[in-house]
């Protein structure tokens, strides 16, 4: 589902952030999706935190129902620990997990976001996003977050699409049961009427 109407563009300051955020807000359901470039190894803890935050504010500002947040996030968020009770993850992450890959999960989990890249099991050679000049070091640093894990039916890199660039592309599909949101819409409306008519015996 591709959201339209209303583009609202959020800038950082310390780095070169750019956030799009796209909705319909006519619709009962609008769907937001927002794109981001992310902060790299060269800042600090400080700047990650305000990177977060910027990112936070531009969904708590958004009015959509639905969000999906893509972004060359560049930390390593490895597998998901055996013990862990995040919700963030789903069993099918790749590689080691730095402190940075930390601090997404963490936004992921406050934000009530899921992981995409972690819910499909694919071969290697699908799972990771960036390889170093030199060719010796790849890693899974770019990933797509929903905000239902259900929306998500796939997720996994196009080895097939030279971009030329050190990253590679990633698809994601994203699929809104509208039938069913319909239908939640009515139950809720006819509940709302049933709390007012209680209300109004009473």
Not at 77 to 95: A, N
């Amino acid at each position: 589902m591709t959201a339209q109407g209303h583009m609202g563009q959020l800038k950082a300051r310390s780095w070169n952030l750019e956030a799009k955020l796209q909705y319909d807000t006519p619709q009962p359901n609008p769907t937001g999706s927002c794109g981001v470039y992310a902060t790299t190894s060269i800042y600090d803890d400080e700047d990650v935190d305000i990177f977060y935050e910027e990112l936070g504010k531009a969904l708590d500002e958004d009015k959509s129902k639905y969000n999906v947040v893509m972004s060359d996030f560049n930390p390593k968020i490895g597998q998901k620990d055996k013990h862990s009770d995040t919700q963030s993850m789903g069993p099918f992450g790749t590689g080691e997990k730095n402190v940075r890959g930390e601090r997404l999960i963490k936004f992921a989990e406050e934000r009530n976001l899921i992981i995409a890249n972690t819910l499909f099991q694919k071969p290697e050679k699908r799972m990771w996003t960036w390889e170093s000049p030199d060719g010796t070091t790849r890693n899974q640093i770019d990933f797509t977050m929903t905000s239902e894990r259900n929306m998500s039916k796939d997720c996994g890199v196009i080895t097939k699409i030279d971009i030329g660039s050190d990253h590679r592309m990633v698809r994601a599909r994203i699929v809104i049961n509208s039938r069913l949101e319909r239908l939640r819409r009515i139950k809720k409306k006819e509940t709302n009427k049933d709390k007012h008519r209680n209300t109004g015996d009473a």
